[in-house]
């Protein structure tokens, strides 16, 4: 637990998770000074929130990072995904290299999430029953931005959750947010051609 913190404390924060920390701090001390309850539940709530990250204050959940350099489709070995299947079996992560998984045969929806983003979490069935409708049509992944960090960098991802479709390696469509399941399969048809 204290490396986890640490480990959030000491990489990639957004100018939004300082300015919760600085009101936490300030909010904290200010109770410690007047003896206000209420004071201190408000610096432990943007204490709790700047540390952990469990909800944006600024209402996109971001993920940040400073490459060294600009990563390419070579630096992008390997990626570790979990298929989305539109059946209620496990799904399994597997690892494969990122060029094969969107120059595959059918079209890909790749879905960069997070697992401490709220929003994310609210596109797992919204996938699922996406799956279900599409069938084989469609191949759609889900991919840890965090763990796949060059993979994040190289398509841009700043904000979770991210949507993008690939057909034959191209990008045909990227959107951040969440998407309901027929909001999803008319801009996959439409993008794809398919009446």
Request: overall charge positive.
């Amino acid at each position: 637990m204290i490396k986890t913190v640490k480990s959030r404390l000491l990489t990639n924060w957004h100018l939004t998770r300082w300015i919760a920390l600085a009101v936490g701090s300030f909010f904290i001390i200010q109770a410690l000074q007047y003896q206000d309850m209420i004071l201190g539940l408000v610096g432990g709530f943007f204490l709790f929130q700047a540390v952990t990250n469990t909800g944006c204050l600024c209402g996109s959940c971001a993920v940040t990072s400073s490459p060294s350099a600009e990563p390419n489709d070579s630096n992008i070995k390997q990626v570790e995904f979990t298929q989305i299947n539109g059946i209620d079996m496990p799904r399994t992560k597997q690892t494969e290299t990122f060029n094969d998984i969107i120059n595959a045969d059918k079209p890909v929806l790749v879905d960069f999430y997070a697992d401490w983003c709220g929003p994310c979490k609210m596109m797992g069935p919204i996938l699922k029953k996406l799956k279900k409708k599409m069938g084989d049509q469609i191949n759609i992944i889900k991919i840890d931005a965090e763990k796949n960090v060059d993979a994040a960098i190289k398509y841009n991802i700043s904000g979770v959750p991210t949507l993008i479709l690939f057909k034959d390696g191209e990008i045909l469509w990227q959107k951040s947010g969440v998407m309901q399941a027929h909001q999803l399969e008319s801009t996959i048809n439409q993008n794809l051609g398919i009446s």
